[in-house]
């Protein structure tokens, strides 16, 4: 009997749109759901409130909703499952990833991991900062922020979500 096909979050893009976050893959909890950023643990939706990307705190089964602030969602692997560490590299498609962003042109992306960075720009996560990076002219302004899973809690701050939020409000003035 075949396996069933992996889950898959639905991306949550449409053209320009302000910011897309982006994942290295969704945790086991987000797969079972089908919610980005599901699990009780992770501190995505509380960040994104606190920080003044979002007016109120939204909840993760209300993440296409975010669409119609401008804010939309996609993942580096759309069907691989797990911690970033359980994620098989052939799963990983930077490829398909910059041809989402070819195609949708959004202003400014947001990767939500050093992880997820280092797998989009091919070098190790030790090289890349948080906060805004360096930029290409002909692509998005580009985030690198710190995980907000539980599992990565030694390395949280909401400082970069803050930066990425003040640039957010001046660009859409």
Same mark, same amino acid.
């Given at each position: 009997?075949?396996?069933?096909?992996?889950h898959r979050?639905?991306?949550?893009?449409r053209?320009?749109?302000?910011?897309?976050?982006?994942?290295?893959?969704?945790?086991?909890?987000?797969?079972e759901?089908?919610?980005?950023?599901a699990?009780p643990?992770n501190?995505?939706?509380?960040?994104?409130?606190?920080?003044?990307?979002?007016?109120?705190?939204?909840?993760?089964?209300?993440?296409?909703?975010?669409?119609? #602030?401008?804010?939309?969602?996609?993942?580096? *692997?759309?069907s691989?499952?797990?911690?970033d560490?359980q994620?098989? $590299? =052939?799963t /990983?498609d930077?490829?398909?990833f910059?041809?989402k962003?070819?195609?949708?042109?959004?202003?400014?992306?947001?990767f939500t991991?050093?992880?997820?960075?280092?797998l989009?720009?091919g070098?190790?996560s030790?090289?890349?900062?948080?906060?805004?990076?360096?930029?290409?002219?002909?692509?998005?302004?580009?985030?690198v #922020?710190?995980s907000?899973?539980?599992?990565a *809690?030694g390395?949280?701050?909401?400082?970069?979500?803050?930066?990425? $939020? =003040?640039w /957010?409000?001046?660009?859409?003035?």
């Amino acid at each position: 009997m075949p396996l069933p096909a992996p889950h898959r979050l639905p991306d949550q893009l449409r053209p320009n749109l302000r910011l897309v976050f982006v994942g290295t893959a969704a945790s086991t909890r987000s797969a079972e759901l089908g919610h980005y950023y599901a699990h009780p643990g992770n501190r995505f939706w509380r960040a994104i409130h606190e920080a003044g990307i979002t007016p109120r705190r939204y909840q993760p089964g209300e993440f296409a909703a975010l669409i119609e #602030l401008g804010i939309g969602f996609t993942d580096l *692997s759309k069907s691989g499952v797990g911690m970033d560490h359980q994620i098989a $590299a =052939e799963t /990983i498609d930077v490829p398909g990833f910059r041809a989402k962003i070819e195609t949708y042109r959004p202003r400014t992306i947001a990767f939500t991991s050093k992880k997820a960075a280092s797998l989009f720009y091919g070098r190790p996560s030790s090289g890349i900062a948080l906060g805004r990076q360096p930029r290409d002219a002909s692509g998005p302004v580009i985030f690198v #922020l710190p995980s907000p899973s539980g599992a990565a *809690s030694g390395h949280w701050t909401l400082e970069p979500w803050r930066e990425l $939020a =003040e640039w /957010i409000a001046a660009e859409n003035g």
